[in-house]
């Protein structure tokens, strides 16, 4: 039940393409799930985040979709571009009372041009 | 602003030796945590603290120790490297009030073999 789950573990997408990655979760008391981008090299960095009460969150070309009676939320990446190429790593907060993140497995990314 | 900073970026050790990973963040955070990136695995916790002289074990603690003296720094200690423990370490940090708006700030990894 403290398991994020994640796929694809790769994707290869065209540059102007869609990329999109999805996760699903079990426990119910998530109650926060951001998404983090990771560059080779780098420390993984907030990209956008979103609250089971909200059902899409949109910054720029970067969209969550959250279907709570499903479990499941997930990354599209509009308009992708090459320099969007990174892994990319959801996220679940245990709940109101903590600062602890289950990370999902990760997906790898790469646009091409 | 450094951020989240991490030494070394690079280790390489034999099976027995110990060390020290070092971790210091100069925003205040209250709440800190080491994570372990391994292939296909994600990020797993290993051990965070909620404030100076608090810290809990998270989903993978075995083989590693850690204190917090200071809210600055978080040191992880290995103090019998075993080949399972290569990987990649990263220390992240936050506000720790819980709020949406805090997220995790991660320093730029250690990257650690174990021969």
């Known amino acids: 039940q403290q398991q994020v789950k994640q796929s694809p573990q790769s994707l290869i997408v065209q540059k102007g393409g869609i990329s999109i990655i999805n996760c699903a979760y079990e426990n119910t008391a998530f109650d926060y799930f951001p998404w983090y981008q990771q560059f080779p090299g780098k420390g993984p960095a907030l990209l956008i985040a979103i609250r089971p009460d909200v059902s899409e969150k949109k910054e720029g070309r970067f969209t969550i979709s959250f279907n709570k009676s499903a479990k499941q939320f997930s990354l599209h990446i509009m308009d992708s571009q090459p320099g969007d190429s990174a892994t990319y790593f959801c996220?679940?907060?245990?709940?109101?009372?903590?600062?602890?993140?289950?990370f999902g497995t990760g997906t790898r990314l790469q646009v091409f041009p | 602003n450094a951020g989240v900073t991490q030494t070394p970026k690079f280790q390489v050790l034999k099976t027995g030796q110990s060390m020290t990973l070092q971790c210091a963040q100069d925003?205040?955070?209250?709440?800190m945590s080491w994570y372990r990136q391994d292939p296909g695995m994600g990020l797993r916790l290993i051990h965070y603290s909620v404030g100076a002289g608090i810290t809990d074990q998270g989903e993978v603690p075995n083989g590693y120790n850690v204190s917090r003296s200071t809210t600055e720094d978080f040191p992880l200690r290995l103090l019998s490297a075993a080949p399972s423990q290569t990987s990649v370490y990263f220390c992240?940090?936050?506000?720790?009030?819980?709020?949406?708006?805090?997220?995790?700030?991660f320093g730029n990894g250690t990257r650690l073999t174990v021969t």
């Open positions: 925003m205040n955070h209250e709440y």
């Open positions: 992240a940090s936050t506000t720790g009030r819980t709020s949406y708006n805090s997220p995790l700030h």
């Open positions: 996220a679940a907060r245990r709940g109101p009372n903590t600062d602890k993140l289950i």
